[in-house]
Nanobody
């Protein structure tokens, strides 16, 4: 059974930093894009960032570009999201996601092609 487990969320003041981790088990995802998404109360789930299987190619939402960095360690089957200069608007539950097979970078920016999702980790930024 495939499992994705997020960790690293918490409460931080605006301007602070957090690093989220997503540890995968049950399958290796070194050949696939993986993504981070977030959902705030009363809002739709939105794309945050994605990273290619090799880790070379990344893409970010305009809302986090320049502040967040996605990375991965395939030896650990783990994806990370370094979040700097956090804003109150970043408050949300953050989810990592992985697909069953190969997807394009365009697809990786949407929720639909992902088959596996973590339970989420809460990030709360105080103003």
């Amino acid at each position: 059974q495939v499992q994705l487990v997020e960790s690293g969320g918490g409460l931080v003041q605006a301007g602070g930093s957090l690093r989220l981790s997503c540890a995968a088990s049950g399958r290796t995802f070194s050949s696939y894009y993986m993504g981070w998404f977030r959902q705030a109360p009363g809002k739709e789930r939105e794309f945050v960032a994605t990273i290619s299987g090799s880790g070379v190619r990344t893409y970010y939402s305009d809302f986090v570009k320049g502040r967040f960095t996605i990375s991965r360690d395939n030896a650990k089957n783990t994806v990370y999201l370094q979040m700097n200069s956090l804003k109150f608007e970043d408050t949300a539950v953050y989810y990592c996601a992985a697909p069953e097979g190969v997807i394009s970078i365009v697809q990786a920016m949407t929720s639909k092609p992902y088959d596996y999702w973590g339970q989420g980790t809460q990030v709360t930024v105080s103003s």
